[in-house]
């Protein structure tokens, strides 16, 4: 009986570090995509501040 609890929580464990692990790794695609985001977002001001500092008036 005990070998048989051992065995059951040893499969429980298993099956939630895969979990998290998958679910850590969605959360790191999640974070590069807004960082991309982020980024572009960023170097559009720039260049739209830096076009309406240096053009024609």
Do not use: D, P, R, Y
Request: glycine share 12%.
């Amino acid at each position: 009986m005990k070998n048989l609890t051992v065995k059951i929580a040893m499969l429980f464990i298993i099956l939630s570090v895969f979990t998290s692990c998958e679910l850590i790794g969605g959360i790191f695609k999640a974070g590069m995509g807004f960082g991309i985001f982020i980024v572009v977002a960023i170097i559009a001001v720039g260049a739209f501040l830096i076009s309406k500092l240096f053009g024609k008036k």
